[in-house]
């Protein structure tokens, strides 16, 4: 969270102190007029510089990865830079309209225009030639992204039709991006606002070319297979196992993204088990809850093929502690269940490291907790159960009392967010050094509601988190039906 806040202030502070650079007599200004001007191109910068940004995060990059903490950080970033953008267009809009109103209803009195001085400059006389075509087009450019940026913000709105209507940003974006270089003030380009700007727009601009196109990451994306299906009626859920030659291997904890619909595009999933290089199968147990997985058992069918990509995320117990606490919330149990079976099938490389798992739940399904206990014997590490109404709910001085050494210990968290704030505020007030060694996932994008089902437990869907709605699993495969009896 420490560099994300970074990146997120450096992002607005920068171009912000380039163009005070650039404009030191903004706080002089005389009149009324003079000011607005100015701040139609203070707010004009930083909107535009916050809009490309976020399309350089839409790519997905992998270099900052790591730095930020993994995708899903960076993808909480791109909202936040999203929203930022939304603000600050909103703001230069009413700095360039609000004028106008205030004029019309007589509340101020437009100044005197002075002779035109002619351009002596052919290239700025010509892009000052564009500035009627750059403001309209702007300006409805700034309406339409207004409304598909509300909407990206508005989680009822049916993930298909938000896979749809975020890509037309990019649109809006190149739009915005021709309304500000042509509207910039020319003698700023000069200056190191006007490289910053140059270079923002230029990157901008690219990756709203990419999405468009549909060419993100797509030297990660592999084909796979779908091998088998079953559907399980007890559980409204479908079983499906599919074959994935050429994907690249991934860390417990990971998570890809998975496309079996161009139309409905691709699904964000954590991957629950480790991989199997032998055996080369991924297997998702699909819970149906939404309009995309109720379809799912009609639309899919063996021999599909699916688009996945990845992997992403550095959720991955990747620290030199002695000590570890796994926290898996509800669902949140799903990455530790992957780092159990990759701890369990790696033992003669295994660290000398001491585990704690914690599952806390509302119920629990007896077939699934022998399952997760059979897998925590054979990898090691002690597990302890919070199931609410057995035995009380998880809470920080628990979570302390089991283990005594958690100062030692870095911790693991995957599940609700409240549950995980409570706990990291617990900790924090006693001195643990959270932002070093609490790890959580922060995904807030819009995640399909597939549930694993594979030994998870069922606590109720509104507790579910939302980074670890699918269980992909290359180990001990559901045993499906013959087809005599599916």
């Keep these: 969270m420490r560099n994300l806040r970074r990146a997120f202030l450096i992002s607005l502070l920068l171009p912000a102190l380039l163009w005070l650079v650039a404009e030191p007599t903004v706080f002089q200004s005389a009149t009324f007029f003079a000011l607005r001007g100015l701040m139609v191109q203070f707010t004009g910068v930083l909107a535009i510089a916050a809009m490309s940004f976020a399309m350089v995060l839409a790519l997905r990059p992998r270099l900052p990865e790591k730095w930020f903490g993994g995708l899903d950080k960076m993808y909480r970033l791109h909202k936040w830079i999203g929203i930022t953008a939304l603000v600050t267009a909103v703001i230069h809009w009413l700095w360039s309209q609000g004028a106008k109103w205030a004029v019309g209803w007589g509340l101020i009195a437009r100044p005197a225009r002075g002779p035109r001085i002619g351009i002596e400059n052919p290239l700025e006389a010509w892009v000052a030639g564009l500035h009627h075509s750059a403001e309209n087009l702007g300006e409805w450019a700034f309406y339409a992204a207004l409304v598909l940026i509300v909407l990206a913000l508005i989680t009822r709105f ?29 003698r700023n380009w000069t200056q190191p606002i006007g490289f910053l700007m140059a270079v923002l727009l230029v990157a901008g601009s690219f990756a709203a070319v990419v999405v468009l196109l549909r060419r993100v990451a797509t030297s990660r994306r592999v084909a796979a297979s779908i091998t088998s299906l079953n559907y399980l009626p007890g559980m409204r859920a479908l079983s499906l196992e599919a074959e994935v030659p050429a994907w690249p291997g991934h860390k417990a904890g990971q998570f890809a993204f998975v496309t079996s619909d161009r139309s409905e595009g691709p699904h964000p999933y954590t991957i629950a088990s480790s991989w199997d290089a032998g055996r080369r199968r991924l297997r998702a147990v699909i819970k149906e809850l939404g309009d995309h997985t109720r379809g799912l058992r009609d639309r899919l069918h063996v021999g599909q093929n699916l688009t996945i990509e990845g992997p992403y995320g550095c959720f991955t117990f990747e620290d030199d502690r002695p000590r570890q606490i796994w926290i898996g919330g509800g669902i949140g149990i799903t990455p530790f269940m992957a780092r159990l079976q990759q701890l369990a099938a790696d033992k003669d490389n295994a660290q000398d490291q001491k585990i704690d798992l914690f599952h806390s739940t509302a119920e629990v399904d007896p077939e699934a907790l022998d399952s997760l206990s059979a897998d925590a014997k054979a990898a090691g590490v002690d597990l302890h159960l919070a199931i609410d109404g057995r035995h009380g709910r998880l809470t920080g001085e628990r979570l302390r009392n089991s283990v005594p050494e958690w100062r030692e210990a870095s911790i693991w968290f995957c599940g609700p967010a409240g549950f995980g704030e409570a706990l990291k505020s617990d900790l924090a007030a006693l001195g643990f050094p959270v932002a070093e060694r609490f790890h959580q996932e922060l995904f807030a994008m819009r995640w399909a509601t597939w549930l694993p089902a594979l030994r998870a437990s069922s606590r109720p869907t509104a507790a579910v988190p939302r980074g670890c709605r699918l269980s992909v699993s290359c180990q001990r495969p559901l045993k499906s039906k013959p087809d005599s009896e599916k």
């Design 158 to 186: 049916p993930y298909r039709w938000f896979f749809k209507t975020h890509r037309l940003i990019a649109a809006a974006y190149l739009v915005l991006a021709f309304h500000a270089a042509v509207l910039f003030e020319f």
